[in-house]
């Protein structure tokens, strides 16, 4: 039976052993810069359709795009670290953000779907694997100088 066997640059192991010591910080802030990027277009998406094209007068106070935003990185069941970007919860008048911005998603009887998240998700996929691709390289040349 064969064998092969490859030695890794030195450089390259002394890297890796201390990305390994530090993957506790580096993967908040690589998860957080992707987050926002996703946050980013997901806001400017709502601000798109908030209050647009309404048979009435539009209501909107601006609470729903206040309440946007990203939360600590986490562990999910599977072992796979994630961030989410959402709506902090309740309202000032206790109704749900997550339910208004179904509403606003999706539609109801009456009111047509002016989908905001689903745009965002898919044309900021792209950009949001560059910046966290990006901001490992940084925090990895980053281990060099420590």
Known sequence: MARATYKMPE??????????EQTDVIIPKVLQAGGEVV???????LQT??????????????????????TPYGV??????????GFDEPRSDGESNAKIANIIEYGKSGQTPKPFL???KSSSRKACIETMKQKLDEEISNLGRV
Do not use: H, Q, W
Not at 39 to 45: A, F, P, R
Not at 76 to 85: A, T
């Open 11 to 20: 450089g390259f192991l002394v890297k890796v052993s201390k990305l390994a």
């Open 39 to 45: 946050l980013k277009k997901v806001k400017s998406n």
């Open 49 to 70: 359709v908030v209050g647009k094209e309404t048979k009435t007068k539009s209501r909107s106070t601006g609470e729903l795009i206040n309440a946007l935003g990203i």
């Open 76 to 85: 999910d069941r599977k072992g796979n670290y994630n961030v989410k970007v």
């Open 118 to 120: 689903a745009p965002a």
